[in-house]
């Protein structure tokens, strides 16, 4: 059997583990493509089960540190409320794909799902180094699979569905 990790966030990606490991990246995709692809993944691989970032809105000093990095390359800056509608946007729409596909759908927060792996970022820890500690952390995990940055999430989403729903259901799926 196989299954999903989605992350919906800015890069966007959906992975599968199980009987095979795959990952798609959802960046270019309207909401109508990534219905298509969800449907596709689950009859051409049976997937069931689907594990989901749930995304939040971000606090003023995420928006704070964004901008910094922006500023830092010679972009200009931009706005909390921009951000936070284009995540919402894309989560809504994955899970409104998910939804129609009819995946039996559960969803962590990151941090959640994130200390479940026993990875917590430090409190000085700079994003992209965290983000390269999940990488490395979904490398460990497929050795022979060539993990990218943006599919980290996606993939220990998959892995983390994998291990959840072959322990008898223990988080919810709807």
């Not at 270019?28 to 749930?54: F, G, M, P, S």
């Amino acid at each position: 059997m196989n299954y999903l990790g989605v992350d919906p966030g800015a890069q966007g990606c959906v992975a599968i583990v199980g009987d095979t490991i795959a990952t798609y990246s959802l960046k270019e995709l309207d909401n109508a493509d990534i219905l298509r692809l969800l449907v596709r993944l689950k009859t051409q691989h049976r997937i069931e089960y689907a594990l989901l970032e749930k995304i939040t809105a971000l606090p003023a000093a995420v928006e704070r540190k964004i901008n910094d990095e922006r500023k830092a390359k010679g972009r200009d800056p931009i706005s909390l409320s921009h951000m936070n509608a284009k995540l919402n946007q894309s989560y809504a729409a994955v899970k409104m794909a998910l939804t129609a596909a009819e995946y039996k759908i559960a969803e962590l927060r990151p941090v959640d799902w994130q200390t479940l792996y026993g990875m917590k970022r430090g409190k000085l820890e700079d994003r992209n180094e965290f983000k390269r500690r999940l990488r490395d952390k979904a490398q460990s995990l497929f050795p022979k699979f060539q993990v990218r940055l943006e599919h980290a999430d996606a993939l220990l989403l998959a892995e983390l569905c994998r291990r959840l729903q072959t322990r008898e259901n223990e988080i919810l799926f709807i």
